[in-house]
């Protein structure tokens, strides 16, 4: 069997072969070493026709559970940076559109106008979320994007120090800490106490930095307050660096009006599929002032040759392809797939729409905690205010909660560890609920979990 | 009849006064072509909405009794207000205003623009994998680790490499990944080097990751056949070097013909070959990188495994090692455990994450469906057609365009428009733009950056000889038209018959307007 999508017939291959003056395909490759050509054929499993390989990805699929009401669906409690919101037929049905799923870059800015466009209105559907002027076209994810964040404010201070909260999240902070080692940056970790970052230390002792990072709300579900960072990036000459969330953007007041000089975060809460984790979408905001710093793309508004309104890429200097070694950031191919998706799902949404799934999930939130501190032996970790999420201390470790409760069809939420070592958050559990979920789930769950570390 | 008539005057009911309709625009506008599509700012009407939501039989607290005041926004954020029917249009008149791989031929050069099986995207659209959270325990995701692993051990098999990790992102994330590693290799035998070395026909992020991984860069410069040239490579080696990057082939089309000495001489002074593997297309099933002498491997599997670039990404960039680098790999890795189950695992001296959670999974995803239709066999005979496709063309133009390294190509070809802007006027923009016009993407232009006028030509397996011969028909017809009327002729007026005419870039960048509320 030959490579199922290429059209050349037999009689076509030879005929172009022998164009080239050649007699066999082989000789296409005459240039690489004899001695370095493979002799036998690669080990690979065999090749399959189209509905074989569907049959073995039903088999697989199989042995997920993934979230939602299908067979094996948990109800998912689980968040810790993806959340299981609401994505409609019409984003599901605009966003798999050949024309935006199969475009390369928009490097041919005539025929890319609708990605281009797309992107424009995406940058300023985030930019207002940030409540900043500006935001870029989209970076790999969350993790991707605190770590241009904090890169973009070194650059813009001189100063290699970093002060980041540990009610970041610990993934996030686990992927800033791997790049620090090539970028050298000095990351300090500032404590939480109770829930919410402890920032009477860096404040008695305020050492210069570059950067202050603080998550909004934080990974524990609390929020965050954003004066006291502001103060700290203010003593020590940083820039405040948020992670936050694009939901919480539809009740809370946005983090640029709050003091926030970059706003990173994670959109896949923006109409993106759960996915394993992954193509999620890092959204990037900054300050007019700090545009040229820039990372990834940046679209922007001009005229074509007969004065009439279209989109290019901009501010094109910053980037690899033409400064090189000396470029802001290292990325090319982003995540514009999911920043369109996401453009398209805030339209679905609307003002009020933004809004609504903020205040239904805080409602929803609201009433899983109060249903799961009431089990005897449950405990809130913090008393404080919290949007969708929060975290418990159980009677058990969180992980033999989750796992009992996966026999009862829930997903309970993710065991605080990694990154929280030593600390009174370890070994918690930490509850997501968005506007999905109901009260008879809510319910359900805390009967399940009551049942569950008796 | 003037609406002016009285009404009264003639016994017949005059037509009703009706009140203008304020805010937003029509959005029916028939713009299927060139019309301009208003933003989703302009059709906005306040209180106009799509979004509809669960019944929850939640109590519907106010927000103070949710969040104390003080957090609250005074105003909510604006954003537009639109029926679920503009919201469709608006999109929908987007998607006719831009060019895809579904709808031709798209040879840009570097990119491998191959046809996206359609398989695929069921695929990674389908709940029992797009719907798994990524924390859920391993048990629950038992399907999601087992594609995972079996990618890994196929892009393993692929490149001739012992481990992989899937994490990276994209292809840029690979080689900072991979750098990472090379860092931490050196750093395991006490050893601190500095420097890193790239050949001048390199991409972009290679010298940008360079930079980024701690590291200097070092160029050195291509010989008269289009390779690394070996005396400045060996000059440039010392035991300050901790690796070199190279694409093979690399970014001329170009196989490294002296890739054993080349990987000989960067071994002897205990640096690594780093391998940015954008350009395997050519070589799958032919060559392996682990048989060149390659130490690490990142792969663009949107490029070469023919998952779509959505307009610009997502993509994967996975890494592959060679056994002495396995332990320094990202984690957790997906494992493959004795009982045949599988779970999650740590390697003994992991740089760590770089990615927030296991990578771009639906895109691993479409790889693993792409390479499973394939086997062996296909995947030779995608790098036998890619490369058989390329030479093809690459003899239609000789002798209209510049051949400047003139020797047999891998996946792709770089010709040159420099005589031709010699004797014309006629520059590798304006072939790009004219060729839009005429039905085809553009190649890839100005890259390499030691090419002249470079056009950079990839057509990939997926093209008929058809549309190979249509695509060099027109790539002649606009050489041929500009040394019959000039280069002031049709190829400096293009494009006139895409949603836009040539775009003024320098404008964008003097008077920048990047948002919607940036318009004055
Ligand atoms: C030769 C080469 N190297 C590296 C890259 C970077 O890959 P990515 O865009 O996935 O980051 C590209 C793609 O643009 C490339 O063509």
Redesign the pocket.
Known sequence: MTAPFVPHTDAEVAAMLGDLGLESLDELFATIPAALRLAGGLDLPPQQSEADVVDRLVDLGEHNRPAGRCAGGLVCFAGAGAYDHEVPAAVRSLASRSEFVTAY?PYQAEVAQGVLQALFEYQTMIARLAGLEIANGSLYDGAASLVEGVNLAVAATGDRRVLCSAGVNPRWRAVLATFSKGSGHDVVTLPLRDGVTDWSAAVARPASAGAVVVGFPNYLGCIEDLAAARDLADRTGARLVVCADPIASGLLRTPGSLGADVVVGEGQPLGIALGYGGPYLGLFACRAADVRRLPGRLVGETVDADGKLAYVTTLRAREQ?IRREKASS????NQTLMAVTAAIQLGWLGTSGLREIALRSARAARYAHDSLAAIDGVEPLSPHPYLREFALRLPVDAEVAIERLVDEGYLAGVAVRDGFAGTDAEGCLLVAATERRTRGEIDGFAASLEKAIR | MSSQTDPASNGQPGPRPISAVAGGRASSAPVVGRDTEPTLFELSVPGRHAASFRTTQIPEWAAEELVPAQYLAETPVDLPDVSERDLVAHFTRLTHRQYSVDLGAYPL???TMKYNPKVCDEAASAAAFANVHPAAPPACTQGWLEVLVELEESLCAITGMSAATLQPA??????LTGLLLMRAYHESRGEDRTRVIIPDS?????PASVTLGGYEVTTVGTNDRGGVDLDSLRAALGPDVAGIML?NPN?LGLFEEDIVEIATAVHEVGALLYY????LNAILGVVRPGDMGFDIV?L?L??TFATPHGGG?P???PVAVSARLADFLPGPRPARLDDGRFAWAQPAASIGRIHGWHGNALVLLRAWTYIRLHGAEGLRGVAETAVLNANWLKEKLRGTFDLPYDRPVMHECVVSAESLDKATGLRALDVAKRLLELGFHSPTVYFPLIVHEALMIEPTETESPQTLAALADALLLVAREATEEGAAGEARQAPRTTPVRRVDEARAARRLVATYDQRS
């Open positions: 870059t392809d290292n990325v090319c191919t | 050069g570097s990119c994209a292809g840029a994330a690979g080689e390199a991409h972009g992020t290679n694409t970014t940015d593997g954008a350009n990142h663009n949107h490029k990404g993509g994967a960039g």
